[in-house]
């Protein structure tokens, strides 16, 4: 009985109940998502995802330039003025941005010609209404967070998620195949953004009507350092993630993108729900052991054996069974996209082993490690990619990827090893 009023006292917290409804939510709108994917592969081509993938990667490097990463200042000053201050800085620079990825359209052709693919010509005017809709939530989203509306939050991240899916199965029933992906993408974030500013949202934005021009000044020079350091770190972090999709499409083409970007999404997806939540354990253990002054190498040499016990049988199961399961689950034509989650195995595997030792780099004050391990997985990558473009072997460039993510992993574990050992050494 002691257990159970425990529990129900600590359900009662109100750190513990926002971050329940945000995980929750965040989980039911990931699995919604990944379960369609079997509906929507066999409405869309390869081409059509590629073309998508394409898109998507290049609204999500130019939405990082939309707020300038002032998004995340919205949440520390203690002033409310100052706050929507802030708000309204992140609102400029996505205007400004926004306008200009509109006037881009202008040269749509000759962009759609760098990456030799005419198809994205037909969805390209649409960029400003993506990346005006991917800030506009970022910084709706540090807001809501500063005023606690994590209801919202959620009911955003489920919109989002079930007006994706819905759009894109409409815009494929009616016969828009070529654009039917961005399309439903862009009327699911209208969608969600909507639902989530009415009802009781409305008192909670009504700040946010207030314009202060030199709080505006002054807060952007205040956080200036999130455009000048913070941002360059992210944009590696982003160009990197979308290094295959970039560089690989003028090459290969959007059939073969598109199947890489479903391998790397049904790869990647459920594999990252579940670092970011080790992550957050690890780092909330090991602060304990930190004030406690207890070694924390057991804590993680248990996980990593555990971990391998579990996981290594099952990867060598799927690496059997992968590509007829993909063609069974998406259709016959996705056959090789199991083909290239199989390769992805290895590096899958030490991305679950290593990934949440990155806590590590936070708890002693490491950070400029971190963004060296992420200078380095870009080198890496990019070398990989480029030694297979050079062969012009898709399996190649995807193998090579593949060793280069998984080798910065490896690279990165002395560097953890040695935080451990020597803070173990000062017990």
């Given at each position: 009985?002691?257990?159970?009023h425990?529990i129900g006292k ?27 994917y079997?509906?929507l592969t ?20 130019l939405?990082?330039?939309g707020?300038?990463e002032?998004?995340y ?13 802030c ?7 996505l ?7 509109g ?8 962009i759609?010609?760098?990456f ?8 390209y005017?649409?960029l400003g ?18 005023q ?5 939050i959620s ?5 989002l998620?079930?007006g994706n ?9 009616v ?5 039917g992906?961005?399309l439903?993408?862009i009327?699911?974030q209208v969608i969600?953004t ?6 009781k ?10 314009v202060?021009?030199?709080a505006?000044?002054?807060?952007a ?7 000048l350091?913070s941002?360059?770190r ?22 073969e ?7 790397i999404?049904?790869a ?15 780092l909330?253990?090991s ?23 579990v996981?290594?049988?099952?990867f060598?199961l ?11 689950l ?26 949440p030792m990155?806590?590590?780099t ?7 490690w971190?963004?060296?391990f ?7 990558r990019l070398f ?12 190649a460039t ?15 574990l ?6 451990i050992?020597?803070?173990e050494?000062?017990?």
């Amino acid at each position: 009985m002691k257990i159970l009023h425990n529990i129900g006292k600590v359900s009662q917290n109100p750190v513990v109940r926002n971050a329940s409804k945000l995980l929750s939510a965040n989980v039911l709108a990931q699995l919604l998502g990944l379960l369609f994917y079997p509906i929507l592969t066999r409405l869309y081509a390869p081409a059509d995802f590629g073309l998508f993938n394409l898109f998507i990667g290049i609204g999500s490097i130019l939405t990082l330039f939309g707020t300038a990463e002032y998004h995340y200042s919205i949440a520390l000053p203690k002033d409310e003025d100052k706050a929507v201050a802030c708000f309204h800085v992140g609102m400029l620079c996505l205007v400004v941005v926004s306008v200009l990825c509109g006037l881009s359209s202008l040269f749509s052709g000759i962009i759609a010609g760098w990456f030799n693919t005419p198809e994205l010509v037909g969805v390209y005017p649409l960029l400003g209404l993506f990346v005006f809709m991917s800030g506009l939530w970022n910084l709706l989203n540090y807001w809501l967070i500063r005023q606690s509306g994590f209801t919202r939050i959620s009911v955003y991240q489920l919109t989002l998620s079930g007006g994706n899916v819905v759009s894109k199965y409409a815009f494929a029933r009616v016969g828009c195949m070529q654009g039917g992906l961005v399309l439903g993408a862009i009327v699911g974030q209208v969608i969600a953004t909507v639902s989530c500013l009415l009802g009781k949202s409305r008192g909670l934005l009504s700040p946010l009507w207030r314009v202060e021009r030199a709080a505006v000044k002054t807060m952007a020079m205040a956080y200036r350092n999130y455009p000048l350091y913070s941002l360059p770190r992210v944009l590696i972090n982003n160009v990197g993630a979308h290094l295959p999709v970039l560089l690989l499409t003028p090459v290969f083409g959007t059939a073969e993108l598109g199947l890489l970007g479903m391998a790397i999404t049904l790869a990647f997806r459920p594999i990252n729900m579940v670092v970011s939540s080790l992550y957050q354990v690890f780092l909330q253990q090991s602060g304990e052991r930190l004030h406690q002054c207890r070694r924390i190498s057991p804590m993680l040499y248990k996980y990593m054996g555990r971990m391998s016990l579990v996981v290594l049988p099952v990867f060598v199961l799927l690496y059997v069974v992968l590509p007829d399961l993909t063609g069974w689950l998406l259709g016959v034509e996705w056959h090789t996209t199991g083909v290239y989650i199989r390769m992805m195995l290895p590096w899958l595997y030490l991305t679950l082993l290593l990934s949440p030792m990155g806590h590590l780099t936070d708890l002693f004050m490491k950070q400029r490690w971190w963004l060296g391990f992420e200078i380095l997985a870009f080198v890496l990558r990019l070398f990989g990619l480029l030694l297979g473009m050079w062969q012009g072997s898709m399996s190649a460039t995807i193998g090579y990827y593949c060793l280069a993510g998984a080798l910065s992993y490896l690279l990165q574990l002395p560097c953890y090893l040695y935080l451990i050992r020597r803070y173990e050494h000062q017990l």
